[in-house]
């Protein structure tokens, strides 16, 4: 059966196989946070022509239903389709965002006085080629050679050793070998093949993002993201970590996550004309859970008390162990973990935002899926993870989106009309809401009389624009051709869920090193957030700790950042090993005192509002 896009593109699609597995085949990503549930109702498409059958969802409206909206994931086909992808279901891939933060990260880099040094170093050789006088065996001329230019004792895998005749002789005899630490051959090619390319990899629980970076001068060709195809599993990693363990889904759950990331280099390497054999080396960043099941390390004991995982700091493996796409013998260097529920994605974090070379206490902030916290200084680093959920990253929330194009990223309300007015990324018309945007409408509802301390809507403050939804009562933030972008009651619940689980954690994990709140001389925020985050509106919300606005500096994905980091320079990587060793972990998830926090901070800003001395003052003032 054929499945025509109504833009060109025709794949092959089958009647047993749902159309959002056909169109991530076919390299065309759907958002789908909930993995193809059925539950998000982001996957939604239109069929313009031929037969499927569907179920039903209460994720659609009647009107939806009528005009041929279904739910890709819920859909197979019985004839060839004919389908059009509405702008808010495509997940943006090359993100513009990505591309100028990290030009950002490289200037600082350079300026700090770094220099690359990546996982692979490559030595230039012109040799003689064979005589009948003189034909010792490649082997031979190659060591001969190397040892002739200082690089001695070099080991050669078999896999180096298996193309070494054919490499040798097409290339004239005129070779650059790459070698890593060892020293260990991982490849030899022709000089006059230049260009050198190597991966940075965020695998994050609800997304994954990859670098295409160019080696020989540091700088990004290009980035990408998507949705980490594991979610159909489950949401979080305690769901994925029993399904390894009980169902024996470690290697099914390895190949979702490298066929991902497979899928998204196949389409850089061809859009940037970079052969992916040539692709040298790799770092991957991920939380403790995510490490283990790439490298498909059973993860079961993570989850078991005393919460032990199998390995801290990975050896480096080759790009075949694991079946990533590049160069066969590519050495894969994995971010540092530090404890089962703190991984390589907040040491990456940490080295990212500088905060270990510093004397003055700094707070660190991941806000991801999980929402970990450390706090420190060149001396000293305690960590903690808080279970805050994916909702800031579009997990949970209605038209709930990441930070990319078409993302709602800052929301203003009108106190006396509750009239919004919103800002798009790339300044086109809305199809969601990222994290950033929903911290600005929770805490303008709030500050316009719309929202109860407890997030219930105030309908009498503004019975028009507050109405009676699908899922109960809903604020509309903007539209777009006729399709309302909302936020619900439910959508505020749980957002008021994850600022409460992240309060709670910097609350009590302060209070565990015997910190008052104004030791503090730096906040730095990390996470999905894009380019923007409204501090001033994270405080009156209750996420943010208040403190002079002046301390905080926003810093976007820093695992990626920090992974980044790692692939240009050996010096980071030693210095993310030295982080990742002297970072102390505090178990939050067994402390009765974490519960009665969160309780505490389920209100906006929080129940005891001494805490929050400024947003007593504003609210007194309104
Ligand atoms: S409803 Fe289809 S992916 Fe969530």
Redesign the pocket.
């Known amino acids: 059966m054929q499945i025509t896009i109504s833009s060109g593109k025709t794949l092959d699609g089958s009647g047993e196989e749902n159309l959002?597995r056909t169109l991530k085949k076919g390299g065309i990503y759907l958002a789908?946070?909930?993995?193809?549930?059925?539950?998000?109702?982001?996957?939604r498409l239109k069929i313009v022509e031929g037969r499927y059958r569907t179920a039903p969802s209460g994720?659609l409206s009647s009107k939806d239903t009528a005009s041929g909206i279904v739910?890709?994931?819920?859909t197979f086909p019985e004839s060839d389709i004919v389908l059009d992808i509405p702008k808010e279901s495509h997940i943006v891939v090359g993100d513009v965002l990505e591309m100028s933060r990290v030009s950002d990260l490289l200037a600082s880099f350079r300026s700090s006085g770094g220099s690359l040094s990546p996982l692979v170093e490559w030595v230039r050789l012109r040799m003689d080629p064979p005589t009948i006088d003189d034909n010792i065996s490649d082997l031979e001329r190659l060591r001969k050679n190397l040892d002739a230019v200082g690089c001695e004792n070099m080991r050669f895998p078999h896999g180096v050793i298996a193309s070494l005749a054919d490499s040798l002789r097409e290339a004239s005899w005129h070779i650059q070998l790459g070698y890593t630490e060892g020293p260990e051959a991982v490849m030899v090619k022709p000089v006059s093949r230049c260009g050198k390319a190597g991966l940075a990899i965020d695998i994050g629980t609800t997304t994954i993002v990859l670098y295409l970076v160019n080696l020989d001068d540091g700088s990004l060709v290009d980035a990408c993201s998507t949705y980490n195809s594991q979610i159909r599993i489950g949401d979080d990693v305690i769901t994925r970590i029993v399904y390894a363990t009980e169902s024996g889904g470690v290697a099914e759950l390895q190949e979702i996550v490298v066929n991902d990331l497979n899928t998204l280099l196949l389409s850089l390497a061809e859009k940037h004309g970079v052969r992916l054999d040539e692709i040298e080396s790799a770092v991957v960043a991920g939380n403790t859970t995510m490490t283990h099941l790439f490298w498909g390390l059973p993860p079961g004991y993570i989850r078991e008390e005393p919460y032990t995982p199998t390995v801290n700091f990975f050896p480096l493996w080759p790009a075949k162990t694991v079946g990533l796409k590049i160069a066969d013998l590519a050495p894969i260097y994995t971010m540092p973990c530090v404890a089962s529920y703190v991984g390589g994605d907040i040491v990456a974090g940490v080295l990212a935002s500088g905060m270990h070379r510093r004397s003055g206490i700094s707070l660190f902030m991941d806000i991801g899926t999980n929402g970990e916290i450390v706090v420190g200084n060149r001396e000293w680093l305690v960590t903690a993870a808080c279970s805050a959920g994916p909702c800031f990253e579009g997990s949970g929330i209605r038209h709930g989106m990441r930070a990319t194009e078409g993302a709602i990223e800052a929301v203003a309300i009108d106190h006396s009309t509750l009239a919004p007015a919103v800002r798009v990324i790339g300044n086109g018309p809305p199809i969601g809401i990222c994290g950033s945007g929903m911290i600005d409408a929770v805490t303008e509802l709030f500050l316009a009389g719309a929202l109860d301390r407890k997030g219930n809507f105030i309908i009498e403050r503004a019975p028009g624009r507050i109405r009676e939804g699908d899922e109960g009562l809903e604020f509309v933030i903007g539209s777009n051709g006729g399709r309302d972008i909302v936020l619900t009651e439910v959508d505020i619940e749980n957002i008021l869920r994850a600022k409460a689980a992240l309060f709670a954690g910097v609350s009590l994990l302060l209070k565990k090193v015997g910190l008052a709140l104004d030791s503090i001389e730096r906040v730095y925020i990390a996470g999905g957030f894009g380019n923007y985050l409204n501090v001033e509106k994270a405080i009156v919300m209750g996420m943010l700790p208040d403190l002079p606005r002046d301390k905080f500096r926003f810093l976007g994905n820093t695992a990626i950042a920090g992974a980044y980091l790692c692939l240009l320079s050996a010096e980071k990587r030693a210095e993310a090993e030295e982080i990742a060793r002297k970072m102390t972990n505090v178990e939050l998830s067994v402390s009765k005192r974490f519960m009665d926090e969160y309780l505490s901070a389920l209100f906006l800003p929080h129940t005891d509002t001494s805490l929050f001395p400024s947003v007593e003052n504003l609210l007194e003032k309104i």
């Open positions: 959002l789908s946070s909930c993995g193809g549930k059925g539950t998000c109702g982001k996957c994720k739910l890709a994931c819920q």
